[in-house]
């Protein structure tokens, strides 16, 4: 449906000014996708370790990515807590390495 403009008439599209969607070149999460997140995290962390990180069934009880992909995709809280534990990852993997 096409949004309401500030006067009254119809607009189809983004804004002329705003940037394409597809660049987000500081996002480290863009292009990721869950199921590669969650495959990262089982492998850096374990399940056990995931379960008592992020207390959530779908890591503590018969976890598969499969049964946590489900979840994590039907409840946003549970998939920024994830996704933020990615990115924690990401950066604990990066003071290992040190400078370069």
Not at 3 to 19: F, L
Request: charged share 25%; aromatic share 8%.
């Amino acid at each position: 449906m096409p949004e309401a403009t500030d006067q009254g008439r119809r607009h189809n599209g983004p804004m002329p000014d705003s940037p394409p969607r597809s660049e987000q070149p500081h996002n480290p999460l863009h292009g990721v996708t869950l199921e590669a997140i969650v495959r990262a995290l089982h492998a850096y962390y374990g399940w056990e370790d995931l379960a008592q990180r992020i207390p959530i069934r779908c890591f503590a009880h018969e976890p598969s990515v499969n049964s946590s992909l489900k979840f994590l995709r039907k409840t946003p809280w549970a998939r920024d807590k994830v996704e933020g534990l990615y990115l924690f990852m990401l950066r604990e993997i990066r003071r290992a390495q040190g400078p370069i």
